[in-house]
């Protein structure tokens, strides 16, 4: 067989890929998120939180980052998608090793179905709850995430939003761990009813591109929409945490976020944020 048809029969990178192992690494960051929980919710409670629901918990990646952080520390994840949470059993859960793998508990379920057993965090995050488009719908959800709280649990969500949350995008970061890069696309937005649909796609150092390897339908939430049902759901105080920007060195002025969060109720509006919102039973 000549050189250029072995090529042609050798499987592109795209081909290879797995694509939760992709995901992973360019969108979560499961460390920051254990390190918000746990510094906020010790501010306000003034004790350390041990449990821990993660809704749409996708590969319950998070979940395993929980429990690497605490010997005591237990996680719930809940998902409705059986091939995800078997793909997150096997090369997370499993993969941590036998003392992690016995304190994280997977449920396949509608997150509104699961309140018990009662925890002392539940999150919700890379935006998953945007999907319940219906005000009564979130509503519902939010109801449910408390009722499956203690009496001084918190339910912790995130938020994007910005001038730039409307446009049709498209915006690309190389990955360092991978020969790939992340591309995250608002394919479209509705200003009517704020439907909005977002793609993942990855492009490799060989030209392959998996496309779609991730696809959205959610509502643009605003933040004092999810603050007003996040009170009408019952909960008694509802904060939001902007992260903080500071200086680069360089001198163009732009400023860089931090990685730290802190309350706030009046901001500058900026292109893009994503911000934290802490509710309290
Ligand atoms: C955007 S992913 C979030 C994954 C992960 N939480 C993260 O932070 O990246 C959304 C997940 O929600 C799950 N999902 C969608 N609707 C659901 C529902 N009603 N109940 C439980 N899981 C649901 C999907 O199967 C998918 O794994």
Redesign the pocket.
Known sequence: MSAAKEKNTNPTLAEQADRHVL??YS??APEA?VEFMDKTFRELRGRAPLSMK??????A??SVEWCKSDPDRTAIG????KP??DWGLKNNIEAAGNDIAKRVTLIE?????IIEPKVDVT??????YC??EKRDELRG?FEQARKGLKEDGLLVL?LFGGTECEDVIEEETELEEAPATYVWEQVSFNPIDHHMECAIHFDFDDDSRLENA?T?AWRLWAIPEIKELLEEAGYKKVRVYWERYEDTDDDDDELEGTGEYYEVTEVENQESWMVYIVAEV
């Open positions: 995901y992973q969108v979560q998120e993660e809704d749409f918990c996708g590969t990646f998070l809940v998902d409705i998608d995800t949470l379920s509608d997150v509104r179905d999150c919700a995050f890379n935006f998953s999907l319940f959800y995130d991730f959205y």
